[in-house]
T-cell receptor, first 114, second 111 residues
Framework: NAGVTQTPKFQVLKTGQSMTLQCAQD?????MYWYRQDPGMGLRLIYY???????DKGEVPNGYNVSRLNKREFSLRLESAAPSQTSVYFC?????????????FGPGTRLTVL | KNEVEQSPQNLTAQEGEFITINCSYS?????LHWLQQHPGGGIVSLFM???GKKKHGRLIATINIQEKHSSLHITASHPRDSAVYIC?????????????FGKGTLLTVNP
């Protein structure tokens, strides 16, 4: 099993460009999450998907959109990138709904917006 | 004030030492997670606690719900334990899907 995979690993964008971060899990998990990690701050939840067909905003959703394409895949889209979105992005998944279950993280995507 | 505070922020130890990392939180919680982030960036879940104590190998996690405090202990530390250790809590009043994370403790174990 690959676990949680993310693509790309690194990306550099110019202000105003758009891109989609891809995430897939092969553990048949119900819930999936997108986080961002910034220096000096804890991980923050951007969006989550409790189950296939549902998505909800997290703590810092502005400037992002998500799609739960199927049970395996959960993508994060930046429509018009801004320098404030420079960060490391992690996708995670958990078997059961909610955060009382172990979360499994992808390797991260390091995004720089110039 | 952050809901989750970790101490110390940085910790340097010699191989073989007993290590303690602390996590204090200010809200009522239903679960607390300890995670490890390696220098390469990958994040691994170590423990999830709602009460008492859990042990896995050389790692021990404890939680005191009344005092709103948890500790992560590493016995017989080794250079491969060098990583950032992160505490995260699920508030009983918040979304079932939201964890609040601490800023992490950077542990360096020297040979």
């Amino acid at each position: 099993n690959a676990g949680v995979t993310q693509t790309p690993k690194f990306q550099v964008l110019k202000t105003g460009q758009s891109m989609t971060l891809q995430c897939a899990q092969d553990m048949n998990h119900n819930s999936m999450y997108w986080y961002r990690q910034d220096p000096g701050m804890g991980l923050r939840l951007i969006y989550y998907s409790a189950s296939e067909g549902t998505t909800d905003k997290g703590e810092v959703p502005n400037g992002y959109n998500v799609s739960r394409l199927n049970k395996r895949e959960f993508s994060l889209r930046l429509e018009s990138a801004a320098p404030s979105q420079t960060s490391v992005y992690f996708c995670a998944s958990s078997a059961a709904a909610g955060t009382k279950d172990t979360q499994y993280f992808g390797p991260g995507t390091r995004l720089t917006v110039l | 004030k952050n809901e989750v505070e970790q101490s110390p922020q940085n910790l340097t130890a010699q191989e073989g030492e007993f290590i303690t990392i602390n996590c204090s939180y200010s809200v009522g919680i239903s679960a607390l997670h300890w995670l490890q982030q390696h220098p390469g960036g990958g994040i691994v879940s170590l423990f999830m606690l709602s009460s008492g104590k859990k042990k896995h190998g050389r790692l021990i996690a404890t939680i005191n719900i009344q005092e709103k405090h948890s500790s992560l202990h590493i016995t017989a530390s080794h250079p491969r334990d060098s990583a950032v250790y992160i505490c995260a809590v699920r508030s009983i009043e918040g979304s079932n899907y939201k964890l609040t994370f601490g800023k992490g403790t950077l542990l360096t174990v020297n040979p």
